[in-house]
C-alpha cells in the first residue's frame, strides 16, 4: 500500500508470545491508523519478524519521540528494529561498468515513480553509459579500477557517497569486486544482480559456465554484498527455460531481460522497507 506520509516499522527478535499485542497496543496507544500488517516466524531460529506501517495522519506521537517512547518495549523484548518515513525519500547510487541493460531499466522505473527515491550520482569504470546518465540528468562519475589503484579509487567512490548522502548503493552489472573495507561501510545497503541462479555458478562467466554444463534453466539473483563474493543475503530470483538449441549468445540475450527484472525488484522492495535480512537470509513482506 502506498502512503505518502505514513511510517514503516521492522522489527526482529526472539519470539515470545504477546509480540504483535504489544507492538499494537503501543501504536494505538497514540492514536495510529495501521495501513498494513505482515509478520513472520522462523521456528528454527526462534525468530519474530515483523513490518508494520500507519498512517501519520493523526498519530500523535512526534515521530522525533518515537524512539525513546518506544525503548521500553524494544528492551524488554529484545528487539532489533528500524523506523522509515515515506516523506523522506531514500538517496541511491547507482554502479555500473559497460553493460547498460540493467541501467536502463532502473533509470525508466525511477523516471516514471516505480522507484521512490533521489539518484544523486552514477559510478563507473568506463565512459560507455555517460549519455544515459546525462539524458536523465544525474551526474555521472567515472573512477578507473585496476589491480593496482583500488584502494584510491575506492576513497574516491566513498568520497562521493558520502557528500551525495547516499542510503543504497545498487550495482547494476559493474564488473569490479568491492573490497571488504567497502562492504563493511554499507551493511545491507549494496544491492547486486548475479547473471545466475545462486549459489550455482557463482563468480565470472556464468553463462558460459551454464551452457558448458548443459543446463535447461538459467537464472538471475539479485542479492546484499558481503564479503564473500555472491554469498550475501538473496532478495530475488527468476529463471527461464532454455534447450540444446540455444548457444552462450542466447543465454546472455535471455538473461539480460531475467537480470534487469530482478534487479529492479529488489531495489523496489529495499525502497519501500520490505526485506528484513538476518543470518544471510532474507524476509520479503508483503
Not at 514503516?8 to 515470545?16: E, K, R
Not at 561501510?185 to 565470472?204: E, K, M, Q, T, W
Request: glycine content about 4%.
Amino acid at each position: 500500500m502506498s502512503n505518502k506520509h505514513s511510517a514503516t516499522l521492522l522489527v526482529s527478535c526472539p519470539d515470545s508470545q504477546g509480540l504483535v499485542a504489544a507492538i499494537a497496543n503501543f501504536l494505538l496507544t497514540y492514536n495510529a491508523n495501521i495501513l498494513h500488517a505482515d509478520q513472520h516466524q522462523d521456528a528454527v531460529e526462534n525468530l519474530f519478524l515483523m513490518r508494520i506501517q500507519w498512517d501519520l495522519h493523526g498519530f500523535s506521537l512526534p515521530m522525533e519521540s518515537f524512539a525513546a517512547a518506544f525503548a521500553p518495549i524494544a528492551e524488554k523484548h529484545n528487539m532489533s528494529w528500524e523506523v522509515s518515513l515515506s516523506s523522506r525519500k531514500p538517496r541511491m547510487a547507482i554502479f555500473v561498468s559497460k553493460y547498460e541493460h540493467c541501467l536502463v531499466d532502473l533509470l525508466h522505473r525511477w523516471r516514471i515513480g516505480e522507484l521512490d527515491c533521489d539518484i544523486p550520482l552514477i559510478v563507473s569504470n568506463h565512459e560507455d553509459c555517460r549519455g544515459l546518465a546525462e539524458f536523465h540528468g544525474i551526474p555521472y562519475h567515472v573512477i578507473s579500477v585496476n589491480k593496482d589503484n583500488k584502494e584510491q579509487a575506492e576513497a574516491a567512490q566513498w568520497a562521493l557517497l558520502e557528500a551525495a548522502e547516499v542510503d543504497l548503493i545498487v550495482l547494476a552489472r559493474y564488473m569490479q569486486v568491492l573490497s571488504h573495507k567497502f562492504v563493511e561501510r554499507y551493511p545491507h545497503c549494496v544491492i547486486n544482480i548475479h547473471h545466475s541462479f545462486l549459489p550455482a555458478f557463482d563468480g565470472a562467466k556464468p553463462y558460459h559456465r551454464a551452457f558448458a554444463r548443459g543446463v535447461k534453466l538459467i537464472g538471475a539473483t539479485s542479492h546484499y554484498v558481503t564479503e564473500i563474493l555472491d554469498d550475501g543475503p538473496i532478495i530475488e530470483q527468476e529463471v527461464m527455460r532454455i534447450s540444446h538449441r540455444d548457444d552462450v549468445d542466447d543465454l546472455i540475450q535471455k538473461g539480460r531481460d531475467l537480470e534487469r527484472v530482478v534487479l529492479s525488484r529488489a531495489v523496489r522492495w529495499h525502497l519501500e522497507n520490505r526485506i528484513l535480512a538476518y543470518n544471510n537470509k532474507t524476509v520479503i513482506f508483503d
